[in-house]
């Protein structure tokens, strides 16, 4: 090989453009931010969250009877359930350390009590909390409120059921939750706005005019039909 050839090549090699390495996956458990994990997946599209399927997982999008907006979602299955909203937060600081406490202070005027302890995503909430029996009397119903702060946005979670209190029936809940994505979007929010969900294939519309729909959907039947849409009070 010539000298001008050996050069001309170590030249090429030189200039040429490096390749640009894959995105890292997110480390640790979700939910994670849009950014960190773009991929929809098999997630289902929800606006603000994307929920990954599950199989016979039913999926029920809770609405505010007043705006007419998705503001929750409820995820089911073999007697145990774990509804979640996501939050505006602000850019500096988390809130689940104040929404704690505002819980528990609420909690516990009703008559029910609360116990901070360490989970899976941290420190999270578990609750009695009181419900009238059929007798007319009163009782207690177990849930767990785990909070995740993220980047300018805040998730929380509800569990009942089963994996109140059994933690085999909660570790699919959590693999569930562990998986989710968030969607913040560029608007601006007040901290503790709730971010809109919708349901799939709606992008942009109001669910407002949703016709709801009559039973408990599985996550297999979602991208089909579409969520339940029951109303909150």
């Not at 409820?74 to 809130?95: C, N």
């Not at 029996?133 to 009782?139: H, I, L, R, W």
């Not at 570790?171 to 706005?193: I, K, T, Y």
């Amino acid at each position: 090989m010539s000298w001008f050839s050996r050069r001309k090549r170590d030249r090429d090699t030189v200039d040429a453009p490096a390749a640009e390495p894959a995105p890292a996956a997110p480390s640790g458990p979700g939910p994670h931010n849009v950014a960190d994990l773009p991929q929809l997946g098999s997630r289902l599209d929800l606006g603000a969250l994307r929920i990954p399927a599950r199989p016979e997982m039913q999926v029920r999008l809770e609405v505010e009877k007043k705006t007419r907006n998705a503001v929750a979602v409820t995820l089911a299955r073999a007697g145990s359930a774990l509804q979640l909203q996501a939050f505006a937060a602000p850019r500096s600081s988390g809130i689940w350390e104040d929404l704690r406490s505002e819980i528990a202070e609420s909690v516990n005027k009703q008559g029910g009590t609360t116990e901070e302890v360490e989970g899976r995503f941290g420190t999270e909430l578990l609750a009695r909390l009181p419900v009238k029996t059929p007798d007319g009397g009163t009782g207690h119903r177990p849930a767990r409120f785990i909070g995740v702060d993220g980047a300018r946005w805040f998730v929380r979670g509800v569990v009942t059921g089963r994996a109140a209190v059994d933690a085999d029936a909660a570790r699919e809940l959590e693999d569930v939750l562990a998986d989710v994505v968030v969607v913040r979007g560029s608007e601006p929010h007040a901290p503790r706005d709730v971010l809109v969900l919708r349901p799939p294939g709606k992008a942009g519309e109001s669910t407002g005019g949703e016709t709801p729909h009559s039973g408990p959907l599985d996550a297999d039947a979602v991208m089909r039909r579409g969520p339940e849409i029951t109303e909150i009070r």
